[in-house]
């Protein structure tokens, strides 16, 4: 969400435009949209004249004008003003936001409002992972990549999984969602941050609801976790793909931990892993515009983030390549262990089935993902169980001037960062948001690449793999935060072919009724 | 059906409790869009107008969330009444689409991972939530939703008043019931843009 001045960061350009004279020469692939539940986009294949894949590129649609319309504005709108941007993880921009008013004003909270924020952050953290398992990432691997495309979808998954457990799902998410909204005001926009702490108390009567939710959350991210391995791990072909180096890239890997290197969502130290997964720096959130840099395509509007010390070397993976991946699998990475004990087993098997630390494989990102929500759901029960839940001391009053503030938080989709610069009346002068998306985005550009590579031959583009394709990405679970809404019969996915000339040879098209159609 | 993966009766209490979120009540007025972003604010315009009126059986919600998290949104409601921004780019801003939605389950979408407002709807069925019986969308056609801080271009204001209108005429008749799974939904541009 950057402007074009990137607030500081450090941007390279691309050597030439040569690459804009593709389209003239090649034959073109469009995958259009992506999907547009969390923002949308598209996929452009570009073919050579033996139909071998040349380029591919993952396009984005950038929202407009962030930095103009804050200028001006009290920092304190921004835990509301960017919450309300956001329609898919609000909460996490929330509380990135009054985290970096805490560091504007030089406040630091009380314990027990540090203790509400984190068990509120957490519960949104179940709720979100969960989301994803089930409906965005279950077609892929509780339905299954090569199930007929009539039943890859969730529909398909609460087929496979059945109603009543469907049911659960919807219930226990339910139940986070009245647990943020207790606390937060809203789940929409939560409005329970304030500089130096939070809004609201928490009741014994609260906490005593918050215990309940968060012994039937472990329950439910065990059972989850469980249905994962049933599904999944029993399924050698499931495995071979995760596996396979279709979906594989050797990266750097960013992530928050605590001061005993295990991974934390709310708050810790920003610790960047090597591809040979050695630490390779250790650093304060304020310290990210000396350690991470944009570069920029004119194929996208996305900036691509990068390493600045190990620099810009191309789409390219390994030690020298300042790329670096962010999310579940980076946070896995990145961290030495869970402070939780299921969540320790949990990792500690997942790292024994991958092969040992660090896991490139992309598709792991999913059951990293549940790692991380027995986690979530035993942090809620560690939290909602402290004796300083619900003391009164709620919040610190700022006192000193503000100047400049950054908060970074582990947003479900990877790190989060929002950085302010304000007048001495606490007006936003600058404003910097680089979100998780962006920090995986190159990393993003390089999986599709591959998979395409890797799957279409000869100009031979068989329905399957609009999917396969799909899967390199979706992974990440990428959220472009426009949160704009999609009525059917506007947005079928398209593939385009086109010869040297320009002209178009055939298309792909899948419709709204699921059904591949060549025209 | 059997279920495959029941393997925790810890988590039946579950089921017990109410399944979503939302009050009941009889009709309710969905305004779907985000009220930073240019056209995509129509949604919330909208909602403020009618907050207007006293209109006691009528539940308004204003929200910027999209596929899944709509769900508590289209439950515990008789009639579902949405508004919406639509870019198909065939036809004039500001232009109205009356969607005659006959087909719920609309899944797959167009793509595995899609979920949209239908569904989410078709979600809610299948998994026998108390979702609306009828449902009637009154989608504009807008194209600026990517700007923050962009008002909303002057046809989209200017379709605004017909809207209304048009909206209270379906608040206050009765919508056709969804059909069976499978047919076509159509779309149907209903006002042209000056």
């Known amino acids: 969400m950057p402007e074009e001045e990137g607030q500081g960061l450090h941007q390279t350009r691309p050597e030439g435009a040569a690459r804009t004279g593709f389209v003239n ?26 139909g071998q894949v040349e380029r591919a590129y993952f396009q984005v649609p950038e929202l407009r004008g962030f930095e103009k319309f804050v200028q001006g504005r009290p920092a304190e709108d921004m835990p509301q003003i960017t919450s309300r941007i956001c329609g898919v993880c609000p909460t996490a921009h929330h509380m990135a936001a009054t985290k970096a008013l805490d ?7 009380p314990p027990t409002a540090k203790i509400i924020r984190e068990l509120v952050y957490n519960t949104f953290m179940a709720e979100d992972h969960t989301l994803h398992f089930y409906f965005l990432g279950g077609p892929d691997f509780v339905v299954g990549p090569d199930a007929p495309a009539a039943e890859r979808n969730v529909l398909g998954v609460i087929g496979k999984v059945g109603v009543e457990t469907g049911r659960k799902v919807i219930a226990m998410r339910r139940r986070w969602r009245e647990l943020i909204a207790l606390v937060a005001g809203k789940t929409v926009h939560p409005v329970f941050g304030l500089p130096g702490g939070v809004a ?3 009741t014994p009567e609260m906490q005593r609801q918050f215990q309940e939710v968060a012994a039937d959350g472990v329950e439910f991210a065990k059972f989850t976790l469980g249905l994962f391995k049933d599904v999944v791990l029993k399924n050698t072909d499931y495995v071979d793909l995760i596996l396979s180096d279709l979906y594989t890239h050797r990266t750097y890997y960013m992530g928050l931990v605590d001061d005993h290197n295990r991974t934390n969502f709310y708050d810790g130290w920003i610790r960047v892993v090597t591809p040979e ?11 990210y515009l000396d350690n991470v840099a944009e570069h920029v395509e004119p194929w996208s509007y996305v900036k691509f983030c990068y390493l600045k010390q190990v620099g810009w070397k191309g789409f390219r993976e390994g030690l020298e390549s300042g790329i670096y991946s962010v999310a579940p699998l980076a946070r896995l990475n990145v961290s030495d262990g869970m402070s939780t004990p299921l969540a320790q087993e949990a990792y500690d098997e997942y790292f024994s089935v991958l092969g040992g630390k660090p896991v490139h494989h992309t598709l792991a990102n999913h059951w990293a993902r549940l790692v991380e929500l027995i986690h979530a759901a035993e942090r809620m029960q560690e939290l909602a169980a402290d004796p300083r839940l619900t003391e009164p001391d709620i919040r610190i009053l700022p006192t000193e001037s503000p100047r400049e503030g950054i908060g970074v938080v582990e947003a479900p989709r990877g790190t989060l960062i929002h950085h302010y610069q304000t007048d001495e009346n606490g007006l936003i002068r600058k404003a910097n948001l680089i979100v998780a998306t962006q920090n995986n985005s190159a990393r993003m550009a390089m999986s599709v690449e591959k998979a395409a590579k890797g799957l ?20 990440y679970d990428p959220c472009h935060g426009c949160a704009t809404h999609s009525l059917p019969g506007s947005m079928p996915l398209l593939v385009r072919v086109w010869d040297p000339r320009g002209q178009t040879l055939g298309m792909l098209r899948r419709d709204l009724d699921g059904k591949v159609r060549r025209e | 059906m059997t279920e495959k993966y029941a393997v925790s009766n810890a ?19 969905l305004c779907l869009g985000n009220e930073l972003l240019g056209d995509d604010a129509l949604g919330s315009k909208v909602a403020a107008q009618f907050r207007r009126f006293a209109l006691p059986d009528l539940d308004i919600v204003c929200t910027p969330e999209t596929g899944l998290q709509l769900l508590d949104h ?10 919406d921004t639509v870019v198909t780019g065939s036809a004039p801003l500001g232009t109205i689409y009356e969607l005659r939605d006959t087909a719920v389950p609309r899944v797959p979408g167009p793509s595995p991972h899609y979920v949209g407002l239908l569904e989410t709807l078709a979600v809610a069925r299948e998994l026998r939530l108390p979702a609306a019986k009828q449902v009637c969308i009154l989608a504009v056609e807008a194209r600026g939703c990517l700007t923050i801080g962009q008002d909303m271009h002057p046809a989209i204001v200017a379709a605004i008043p017909d809207l209304i209108q048009m909206l209270r005429q379906r608040i206050g008749t009765k919508m056709v019931e969804f059909a069976s799974c ?7 541009p209903i006002r042209n843009s000056p």
Request: proline share 4%.
């Open chain 1, 200 to 202: 609201k108390r928490v």
């Open chain 1, 277 to 287: 997964g050695k630490e390779w720096k250790k650093f304060a959130s304020d310290q």
């Open chain 2, 11 to 29: 988590l039946n209490s579950l089921l017990e409790q109410p399944q979503c979120g939302s009050h009941k009540c009889s009709v309710r007025l």
């Open chain 1, 25 to 50: 020469v090649q034959r073109r692939i469009t995958i259009d949209p992506v999907t547009r539940l969390e923002g949308h986009g598209k996929i452009e294949i570009f073919l050579d004249e033996a």
């Open chain 2, 182 to 188: 499978g047919e076509e939904t159509t779309a149907i």
């Open chain 1, 103 to 109: 560091n504007l004003y030089r406040v630091d909270p």
């Open chain 2, 74 to 83: 289209v439950v515990n409601v008789n009639r579902l009444i949405v508004v």
């Open chain 1, 456 to 475: 279409i031959s000869g100009g031979d583009i068989p329905e399957g793999v609009l999917n396969r394709v799909e899967m390199a990405f979706r992974a």
